[in-house]
T-cell receptor
Framework: AQSVSQHNHHVILSEAASLELGCNYS??????LFWYVQYPGQHLQLLLK??????LVKGIKGFEAEFIKSKFSFNLRKPSVQWSDTAEYFCAVKTRSGGSYIPTFGRGTSLIVHP | EAQVTQNPRYLITVTGKKLTVTCSQNMNHEYMSWYRQDPGLGLRQIYY???????DKGDVPEGYKVSRKEKRNFPLILESPSPNQTSLYFC??????????????FGQGTRLTVV
């Protein structure tokens, strides 16, 4: 079965620091990749997604992610974080099983940004 | 407006008293899923459904039941709740059969406390 690994469970940064959150998946076929964000007290919302084309994807609020097929990775990056980026971040993969596309989520990474 | 609606948002109950958390989506999505979110453990899948009358266990199904009698609804049933089921619960839905690159949509969450 496919799985999604997020290696950093907790990340603490100061404002203006650069961010990179790791995401690796285990599936050899075609994948569609997503990052979701969950702000404190809220539900998960889509941050960005990749399904084909340019492997460098730009999302909302200055976030971007790079799909590296050879490494089965889809790491999330932001050059300069803000206090308002404090949230939980989830990587997700949609893979094909039979005729269906099943979403699988990673465990999440908690990001705390100090002002 | 496309949305996933969960009710109730907050619930405090006593051990052993049966409860149901409702989930409804208005996007005609085939796939629906329940997750629980606990500190340090991230998002864990309880049950999922790929279509009407088709349900399957996720990672942590013990103590829960679900049903999918209609496409739009996917209630989560706790027949005999216990304190270890105190958690934040999210329902999600996603297109499955026709579009692999669409994201999952999440409900606002239900915070359940079992005393």
């Amino acid at each position: 079965a496919q799985s999604v690994s997020q290696h950093n469970h907790h990340v603490i940064l100061s404002e203006a620091a650069s961010l990179e959150l790791g995401c690796n998946y285990s599936y050899g076929g075609t994948v569609n990749l997503f990052w979701y964000v969950q702000y404190p007290g809220q539900h998960l919302q889509l941050l960005l997604k990749y399904f084909s084309g340019d492997p460098l994807v730009k999302g909302i609020k200055g976030f971007e992610a790079e799909f590296i097929k050879s490494k089965f990775s889809f790491n999330l990056r932001k050059p300069s974080v803000q206090w308002s980026d404090t949230a939980e971040y989830f990587c997700a993969v949609k893979t094909r099983s039979g005729g269906s596309y099943i979403p699988t989520f990673g465990r999440g990474t908690s990001l705390i940004v100090h002002p | 407006e496309a949305q996933v609606t969960q009710n109730p948002r907050y619930l405090i109950t006593v051990t052993g008293k049966k409860l149901t958390v409702t989930c409804s989506q208005n996007m005609n999505h085939e796939y629906m899923s329940w997750y629980r979110q606990d500190p340090g453990l991230g998002l864990r899948q309880i049950y999922y459904s790929m279509n009407v009358e088709v349900t399957d266990k996720g990672d942590v199904p013990e103590g829960y039941k679900v049903s999918r009698k209609e496409k739009r609804n996917f209630p989560l049933i706790l027949e005999s709740p216990s304190p270890n089921q105190t958690s934040l619960y999210f329902c999600a839905s996603s297109q499955l059969l026709t579009a692999s690159n669409t994201e999952a949509f999440f409900g606002q969450g239900t915070r359940l406390t079992v005393v």
